[in-house]
């Protein structure tokens, strides 16, 4: 459910991180490997970062991700993707973090709703792959929602007798 298809040469990955390098240097993208026990295992990013868009202020970028489906559920892209946005709010001073899924992604929705993105529609039809037509749900972020979400994040609970 990529943007991309999966590399199938060694080439395809060199293109990628080559893309990569050119998307920091022009300031548009930044982009981490996600790695567990020194094996890259997973992709995550923020994409068309833009702070202008002619006369208006725009401060804001796509999140992307990905990461092998061994490890789905564990929880590593909703932790790799907290460290993003932090560093997306705080370091980068975004305004606004935008990301997107497949409406049939329930995986990627749980960690777009455990990040505290709040819906905004769903685009139906939107994007064409592997024969079919699908729908997109978008959601977006400011920095005053990911201040909260964030407080919220790292407090624990009182657990109810």
């Known amino acids: ?79 790799a993707a907290q460290a993003v946005m932090r560093f997306g709010f705080d370091t980068l001073g975004l305004h606004k973090i935008t990301v997107g899924c497949f409406a049939e992604n329930v995986a990627s929705r749980r960690v777009i709703e455990k990040l505290g993105f709040r819906p905004i529609g769903r685009r139906e039809d939107d994007v064409w792959r592997d024969g079919r037509w699908w729908s997109v749900l978008r959601y977006e972020l400011t920095t005053s929602e990911w201040s909260d979400a964030s407080t919220t994040m790292r407090v624990s609970k009182p657990r109810l007798a």
């Open 1 to 79: 459910m990529m943007s991309w298809a999966a590399h199938t040469d060694p080439s395809q990955t060199l293109a990628f991180i080559a893309w990569t390098r050119d998307g920091i240097a022009n300031g548009t993208d930044v982009v981490w490997a996600i790695e567990v026990d020194g094996r890259a295992v997973g992709t995550i990013g923020l994409d068309g970062i833009q702070f202008a868009m002619r006369a208006w202020r725009v401060d804001s970028a796509e999140l992307g991700y990905w990461i092998a489906p061994p490890l789905h559920g564990r929880g590593l892209m909703t932790e």
